[in-house]
């Protein structure tokens, strides 16, 4: 059974950063996509950032409304994967879910979430203006 915990939330002024991070139990985490999902009030639960590996190179995937200021990594040592999010906006106000997906042979990061089977509890991000 795969569990994941993200930390990392909190409430940052426009343009500050934060970073969140995700913890995940499992022995086979470098063989799963990872990725970020956001949902704010009133609105569908949206993908942010995807990562992967395949043939040892790291392939990523954002959604457009965060690319340039969003940046996600992994580290397959220590089983976590993070969100580095910069210039953040008040739009980016949402609860931030970490997601780990049985990744399928090829580059293309996934951004269905139906594809991501395991979740965490989410974690609160709130960006005033």
């Known amino acids: 059974q795969v569990q994941l915990v993200e930390s990392g939330g909190g409430l940052v002024q426009a343009g500050g950063s934060l970073r969140l991070s995700c913890a995940v139990s499992?022995?086979?985490?470098?063989?799963?996509?990872m990725g970020w999902f956001r949902q704010a009030p009133g609105k569908e639960r949206e993908f942010v950032a995807g990562?992967?590996?395949?043939?040892?190179?790291?392939?990523?995937s954002y959604a457009s409304s965060v690319k340039g200021r969003f940046t996600i990594s992994r580290d397959n040592a220590k089983n976590t994967v993070a969100l580095q999010m910069n210039s953040l906006k008040a739009e980016d106000t949402a609860v931030y879910y970490c997601?780990?997906?049985?990744?399928?042979?090829?580059?293309?990061?996934?951004?269905?979430?139906?594809?991501?089977?395991?979740w965490g509890q989410g974690t609160q991000v709130s960006v005033s203006s």
């Open positions: 499992g022995r086979t985490f470098s063989s799963y996509t």
């Open positions: 997601a780990a997906s049985s990744s399928l042979p090829g580059i293309a990061v996934t951004s269905n979430l139906k594809e991501y089977a395991y």
């Open positions: 990562i992967k590996q395949s043939d040892y190179r790291w392939y990523t």
